[in-house]
């Protein structure tokens, strides 16, 4: 099982910018499709994007398409999530994890972490 610390989230006027990154323990990292989701105050949590294997394929929620772009790195087990042009309905805690993309709507399966904390004002 991959064990997932997120890093990276922050208090961000609108139209800033973040990074975030996940950080995965484990060998097997490579072995697993990953995604971003997202909890908004409120709301239940939401797929935001999600990422192939291999880093060929990539996934955004209609939302946030456009303005965000997941990465990869396997050689250092992390996944990123780019965020620009922030809006104030991107507050929320960010979270990452293992999914299965198909079929869609991707899905995510194994344990959460404790999620990285965005905020963006106006």
């Known amino acids: 099982q991959v064990q997932l610390v997120e890093s990276g989230g922050g208090l961000v006027q609108a139209g800033g910018s973040l990074r975030l990154s996940c950080a995965a323990s484990?060998?097997?990292?490579?072995?697993?499709?990953m995604g971003w989701f997202r909890q908004r105050p409120g709301k239940e949590r939401e797929f935001v994007a999600g990422i192939s294997r291999s880093g060929a394929y990539a996934y955004y929620a209609d939302s946030v398409k456009g303005r965000f772009t997941i990465s990869r790195d396997n050689d250092k087990n992390t996944v990123y999530l780019q965020m620009n042009s922030l809006k104030l309905e991107d507050t929320a805690v960010y979270y990452c994890?293992?999914?299965?993309?198909?079929?869609?709507?991707?899905?995510?399966?194994?344990?959460w972490g404790q999620g990285t904390q965005v905020t963006v004002s106006s």
């Open positions: 994890n293992t999914v299965y993309l198909v079929p869609p709507p991707p899905r995510a399966f194994g344990s």
């Open positions: 484990g060998r097997s990292f490579s072995n697993y499709a």
